[in-house]
């Protein structure tokens, strides 16, 4: 993984050239809304470095540039932000995408309003981890077997990953005893010996990480797959039907600050607390893989959180727009791109998010094809992320230099 210093080294303009290329694609303007007086959209969020591209978004003004003016309201869990939503606390909510399945489920009518991130490839760059004690005897996913794991919230997002992740790990998931508390009080609990594990995102994997000494034990998301679905902006339905206008608005307000946000991750780092800035940052992509997402409604059905699958359509509805996430790398002697784990040889026309792990000073990983001309920086080193829209047609994903470094894919 690269260093946090080395990943500014890689972002100026090739990153910043890939937001302005995401904000085309999905129908982002500069639109000021001059003299008009700003809507009031409340938002529960939660505590976590995730739901920071909306506060940026905020004082990047692209929200007011729409007409909204931002109220948060902070909770603890997505089952805490769906009650409220469903008692009409709130308009939009930041939740995972478990929460929103079990609202669904329960009749209570949440459908998304925008897509929003994603895990990554492996423990090395995973923001969201089960974490134990530096002296733990706890070293791999089977000596977990009868411990005590917290997490946020019961029938969570938590619950469903780590039982679906041991699971596939050939691990009992019904070995392990799950104990809600919440994520700022798990450092504690694991340290006073509470607990023997907790589950939990930045910035409190690097805090763990790097206060306390202790360790990531499993990855539980990319374990279930490459660049699994985590998050999204939901509301509810009556809602979203009497304000369809602000609805939209909104959306291309959080896409615009989750295509920001990508390009700057400084300035999402500076938004955490003091100490904790060197985080692993998610991947923000205005996509919904629904092939994953299915996944994990069986995963969420399969252990008992919810009775039967959502009706996926009506929870991702086709304002959303769908795609899939790829993994490129380049070092100094090899390119690759990739798509769960697999060489990517031909793929369907549609909306993709690359995200380009550069690890060579001296290359760059260029993608050109039909409509799309995009490289990373030749010295820096770093992650790029870019949402493109591919056409029918070849595309080259190349690296100058000796040996030269060139492959192809087709788009049907």
Do not use: C
């Amino acid at each position: 993984m690269a260093t946090p210093s080395a990943r500014r080294g890689g972002i100026p303009l090739a990153i910043l050239a890939a937001a302005l290329a995401a904000l085309a694609v999905f129908g982002v303007g500069a639109t000021s809304a001059p003299n008009r007086p700003l809507v009031t959209v409340t938002v529960n969020t939660l505590p976590i470095a995730n739901g920071l591209p909306m506060d940026l978004g905020i004082s990047k003004g692209f929200f007011s540039a729409q007409g909204i003016e931002i109220k948060k309201n902070t909770l603890q869990s997505g089952n805490d932000i769906v009650l409220a939503l469903a008692n009409n606390s709130g308009d939009i909510g930041y939740i995972g995408w478990v929460p929103a399945m079990i609202a669904r489920t329960q009749g209570i009518a949440l459908s998304a309003v925008a897509a929003s991130d994603v895990e990554g490839t492996s423990e090395a760059d995973n923001w969201q981890n089960i974490m134990v004690k530096g002296s733990s005897s706890i070293r791999t996913p089977a000596d977990l077997a009868g411990k005590t794991i917290a997490v946020n919230a019961l029938k969570g997002v938590g619950e469903v990953m780590i039982k679906a992740a041991l699971k596939k790990r050939g691990v009992d998931p019904n070995s392990v005893k799950l104990l809600a508390m919440p994520f700022p009080t798990m450092r504690t609990a694991l340290n006073n010996g509470q607990i023997d594990a907790f589950w939990a995102p930045e910035p409190f994997v690097s805090q763990a990480l790097n206060i306390d000494g202790d360790r990531i034990v499993m990855a539980p998301g990319p374990v279930l797959g490459k660049f699994w679905p985590i998050g999204a902006y939901v509301a509810q339905n009556d809602w979203t039907k009497k304000n369809p206008e602000l609805a939209t608005k909104f959306r291309i307000a959080i896409n615009q600050s989750l295509a920001y946000a990508q390009a700057h991750p400084d300035e999402i780092r500076a938004l955490l607390p003091s100490g904790t800035q060197n985080v692993r940052l998610p991947i923000w992509s205005p996509l919904a893989d629904r092939t994953k997402l299915l996944e994990l409604a069986r995963y969420t059905k399969e252990f008992g959180v919810i009775t039967t699958l959502p009706n996926l359509t009506q929870l991702v509805p086709s304002i959303i727009p769908g795609g899939k996430t790829l993994q490129g790398e380049v070092g100094d002697r090899y390119i690759l791109l990739r798509q769960d784990g697999e060489p990517v040889t031909t793929l369907k026309a549609g909306q993709y998010t690359f995200v380009v792990n550069d690890t060579s000073k001296t290359r760059s990983f260029e993608l050109v094809g039909p409509g799309v001309s995009k490289k990373t920086s030749v010295a820096g080193t770093g992650r790029s992320t870019w949402t493109l829209t591919l056409e029918k047609g070849t595309y080259t994903f190349s690296s100058s230099g000796k040996p030269a470094l060139k492959k192809t894919f087709k788009v049907t």
